[in-house]
Structures are given as C-alpha cells and as structure tokens.
C-alpha cells in the first residue's frame, strides 16, 4: 500500500378548589373578629369625642380595622400556601444526576459514576438501604448513604461501576429507601465492540475484540484492501487495485459482494445512514490534483463525485452534517457539506495526513510522515500532537473515548484516551493493517 426494591413515598396532600374557597371564607371570618377586636381596644381613644361622632368613626373604624386584618391574612395565608407548594415540588429524597449512561465500555474495562442522594423534606429520614437491581455488570463500589439518617438538606454518595463482561446493552437501577420515602436512578451501558481492519499486504478484512483478543480473518482474496468502514449490518471497503471500487459484506464476513465498480486507487471509506463515500486520490494519468471525494446510496447506485481537484485523499469521515477528508499531498484536513458543497480547509502544515475519525467536539488524524495522532477541535482552534514515536500510522478510529490507529510500519493496533494518554498496543503481527473502524456489533 502506498504510504499513503420499594416502600413508595408519601403522597403529598392536593389543595383543590373548594378547599381553597373554605380557606378563604375562614380567613374573611377571622379578619372580621380581629377587626372588631381591634375597635374595641382603640374605643377608650374615642371616649371625649360626642356620642353621634364617636359612633360613626367607631364604624368606620372597624370596618377598616376588618378589611385590613382580612387583607393581611389572605396574604399570610397564600404565601404560605406557595411555600407549601414549593416544597411538595422537591422529591423528599433524589439522586443527583438521576441517571447515567455509561456508554461503550470494552470488555475487560470498567467505569465508574458518583450519584449525590439530597434530602429535601424537612424532616430527617430513617436509616437507609442502598441497592441496585437489574444487570449484575452494574455493582456499588464505593459511598456514605447507606445505613445513615440523611438530615434534611444534606447529601451523601454513591459511587457506581460499570464493568461489561459481554458485548451488549443492558440496564439497571440504582436505589436508597427508608421506611417510607425512596430514591432511583437509571442506569444504563454497552459493553464490548470490535475492531476492524484491512490488511493490504494479505488482502484481507480482519476483526477482533475492543481489547485486541479473538482475532479473525472475516473476508480473503481481495485486491488490496485499503480503508474500511461499518454500520449496524455490513462492513465495508475500499479496494486500491484491481476495479472493485467499493464492496461490502456481512459482519461476520459472509455475502461478499461488489458494490460499486470503476477506477483504481479508491482509498477513504465512510458510511453513514443512507450512503457510501469514498475517495479516490488520483485518475489514471496520476495527476496529483485529479483527486475526488464520492458517494453512492449503501446498495451501490447512484454513484455522484461530490468534489474535485484535490491532492491526494485518502482517510475519511462522516458525521450527521459534513464529510472530513485529509489530503495527504497538500498536508490538510478538510470538511465539506455531505453534498460536497462548503468545502473548507481546517488544519493545514501537516506530514503525511492518511487516516482521519471525528466525534462530536473533535477532528482526529494520522501523520504517516510525522509519526503522529494529532486532533484539532471541529469548531476551530489550534492542533494538538496527542501521540508521538509511532510507525507509519494510518487508519484512526474514535470510540467510547478512546483512540484507535494502527501504524503499517510495525503491524500493530495500538489504543489511547482521548488525550493521548495511556498507550496500549491491542494486537500485534499484521501485514501492512491500513484502514481501521470500530463498531458494537
């Protein structure tokens, strides 16, 4: 290849209409009493003025005093009531945050999430029990709430793990219960996933564990095989040589099948949920500008060139509003409108860029030339070398938050976290390994 479990909680009480309206004739009532009340204490003031005079500012002066005391304790009365309503809006008990999902976890790994446990009823709770009820891959590592009497407003922790032992998504639930009052949180993972890679020099399409165990050879006899690409049913490829342009089969390897016919020297590979794209780095006059970006709908028609004139392309990338492709020539990375429209450059001054992956906040590369996995962040900013001192990478792939590549010069797959700590080679002995994808099933 070229270098290139629950006692429910009370229920709280529901303030309706009618009782709303005896509420407040009740506080009429006793506006009135403390009118009059207060007439009769301030009489004494009124006892010089005439007899005709004093009864009438005697009844006007309760009638305000009436007012006034009713008014005031229709105000006490509702703002208490808000009160009221504000408190039942708080769960007497709740989890901070009230779920998690842990995501893709590979087999073999673990993970780890606190849970904060608020009490926000004014009364302090009975002792409490912690569980967890659904997939045993979820466990209780770690935390202060169990056996305790939370006081109201305070907190304690739970910490939670995630450890896969099969691929697959399971769920569970995180509890703490008193006697009469009880909390929940979802919980929710995916274990496992696989590694898939072409090898150039065998013709071969491979795969193997997250972990780099059990590999296999799933498809042989290909004309060299360059970048790969996977969805939910299909793995997919790139031949360099021999006119097969595009070609697909099962997850397992079975029904291989020519997609898309044509020139040579097809390289990237992405997929998406309605098509195929691919580049070709150049014609077969090997002009260095003569390089395309292409697509095709997944059963191989309708094939369009999106974009034209680039110097070499070779990784790709895809995600739900633009295509990203490298030009290994020219030393770029670049992204394009999934109609091949907006194309603009997004890093340049790189050695050798070949394969290239992306997540939701980062574009991510090899420098075949450089030795490198650098990133970049998709909204702009300035590179970042992650990874130094490796071996010809090419194929780079993002999962679960962790970096794959594999570097053609040593025959290795080799992981890292995001930041490019962490260096792990996951399988070794390959032959010329160029594109690489990663998949939960």
């Known amino acids: 290849m070229p270098p290139h479990t629950t006692t429910p909680a009370r229920a709280a009480p529901v303030i309706g209409a009618a ?19 207060a007439a009769a204490a301030v009489g004494p003031v009124l006892a010089g003025a005439s007899q005709a005079a004093s009864r009438g500012a005697m009844r006007s002066l309760i009638r305000r005093a009436a007012v006034a005391a009713g008014v005031t304790a229709l105000v006490v009365g ?51 029990t912690v569980s967890h009820a659904g997939s045993a891959r979820f466990s209780i590592t770690a935390g202060t709430c169990a056996g305790i009497r939370l006081q109201p407003g305070k907190t304690c922790t739970v910490t939670v793990r995630f450890a896969p032992t099969a691929t697959g998504a399971v769920t569970g639930t995180l509890k703490a219960a008193g006697t009469s009052r009880a909390a929940t949180a979802s919980l929710a993972g995916t274990g496992g996933g696989y590694l898939y890679w072409s090898n150039y020099a065998t013709s071969t399409i491979n795969r193997a564990n997250l972990n780099g165990t059990g590999v296999t050879t799933l498809v042989s006899g290909l004309n060299s095989p360059s970048a790969v690409a996977v969805d939910s049913s299909h793995i997919y490829w790139t031949d360099y040589s021999g006119g097969h ?67 070499g392309p070779e990784g790709m990338a895809v995600d739900g509003s633009h295509l990203y492709f490298v030009n290994y020539d020219a ?48 909204a702009g900013g300035t590179a970042t070398t992650l990874v130094t001192g490796q071996s010809d990478p090419v194929g780079v792939a993002v999962y679960g938050g962790r970096l794959y590549w594999n570097n053609l010069g040593t025959g290795t797959i080799d992981e890292a976290n995001l930041n490019g700590t962490g260096v792990t080679t996951l399988v070794t002995g390959q032959y010329d390994p160029g594109g690489l994808a990663v998949s939960p099933s």
Request: aromatic residues 6%; without cysteine.
């Open 331 to 378: 030393g770029t990375i670049n992204e394009a409108n999934l109609d091949g429209t907006g194309l603009t450059t997004l890093v340049t001054g790189q050695k050798g860029p070949y394969g290239v992956a992306v997540d939701s906040s980062h574009i991510y590369w090899a420098n075949y030339l450089g030795g490198t996995i650098n990133e970049a962040p998709l």
């Open 19 to 37: 009782t709303v309206n005896r509420s407040r004739s009740a506080l009429a009532r006793a506006g009135l009493a403390l009118g009059v009340l």
């Open 78 to 128: 509702a703002s208490a009531g808000a009160a009221a309503a504000s408190t039942v809006a708080l769960r007497p008990l709740a989890f901070t945050p009230s779920g998690h999902n842990f995501g893709p976890v590979t087999v073999g790994r673990t993970a780890q999430q606190k849970f904060t446990l608020k009490n926000n009823s004014s009364t302090t709770s009975s002792r409490l």
């Open 245 to 311: 342009t595009v070609s697909e089969a099962n997850l397992d390897g079975t029904g291989v099948t020519n997609l898309v016919t044509g020139p040579s020297y097809s390289q990237g590979m992405a997929v998406d949920g309605s098509h195929l794209y691919w580049s070709i780095t150049m014609d077969a006059a090997a002009d260095p500008n003569s390089g395309t970006i292409n697509e095709a709908n997944l059963d191989g028609t309708g094939v369009t060139t999106l974009v034209t004139g680039q110097s």
